[in-house]
């Protein structure tokens, strides 16, 4: 039996979670991390789910914050974690990115031997965003990447995703982070993208995004602006 259940993280849990993974801001791993926490913490078991009790204490106990996440449960497990991720932030200097333009689509810059044009989002820290016709898969990525973060453009650097367009519903993506190089997956990069390929009249507004490391579901709602992520959490290892 799947149920779903929805509720709210107290601010002193994000501020622990934030603490680990502050170096790299992932929201992939941040948000999909609690849910399985959260899962482990308080011992959730089918049994307790066939009462409405305990999804009342989800909601009491998580009540003081404005993160919010809907969780889809089966057979006592968290499948999938559904995050409001907030507005994307389209203007130049709250992003930051020096550009003239707002929203910025057409971001000319050069590094090595190739051009590339941008569009650029910030979920909460900066990203840019290119469509490429080569296959990400085969793109050397660490030979761009690299120098694309620190362009000028960028007062405080960049998250640099580079992305495939596969249909109106499906792009393919790489992420390398500022300060951390090629990662496997990156949230906020999943969310950036996909507004910027809307933004660009590339997709619809609900799209699966391929990373590396898995695929995450990303809406960007028409009705209230905001970008909703939605992934598996599923544990790597303990200890």
């Known amino acids: 039996m799947k149920q779903y259940v929805t509720f709210k993280i107290k ?6 979670l934030l603490f680990v993974l502050v170096i790299t801001f992932c929201g992939f791993g941040y948000y999909k991390w609690c ?8 011992q959730i078991v089918e049994t307790q789910f066939q009462h409405e009790g305990i999804c009342s204490l989800l909601k009491e106990t998580y009540q003081s914050s404005d993160i919010q996440l809907d969780l889809s449960v089966k057979n006592g497990k968290i499948e999938t974690a559904r995050v409001d991720m907030g507005e994307p932030i389209l203007e130049p200097e709250k992003i930051p990115v020096i550009s003239n333009e707002n929203p910025v689509k057409s971001l000319k810059l050069e590094a090595e031997d190739n051009d590339f044009t941008f569009t650029c989002v910030s979920m909460g820290n900066p990203h840019a965003v290119t469509f490429i016709k080569e296959d ?6 660490c030979k761009y990447g690299a120098k694309l973060e620190v362009n000028k453009a960028f007062p405080k650097k960049a998250n640099i995703e580079f992305i495939n367009v596969i249909d109106d519903k499906t792009l393919k993506m790489r992420v390398w982070e500022r300060g951390a190089g090629e990662t496997l997956a990156c949230g906020t990069g999943a969310c950036a993208v996909t507004v910027s390929a809307i933004l660009n009249g590339y997709t619809k507004r609900v799209v699966t995004v391929h990373l ?16 909703y992520m939605t992934g598996p959490a599923t544990t790597v290892f303990e200890g």
């Open 11 to 16: 601010k002193i849990y994000l501020y622990i």
């Open 35 to 42: 849910a399985r926490h959260l899962e482990i913490e308080l």
């Open 136 to 141: 990400v898969n085969k793109f050397d990525i």
């Open 212 to 227: 590396l490391g898995g695929d995450l579901k990303i809406e960007w709602n028409k009705n209230d602006n905001h970008v």
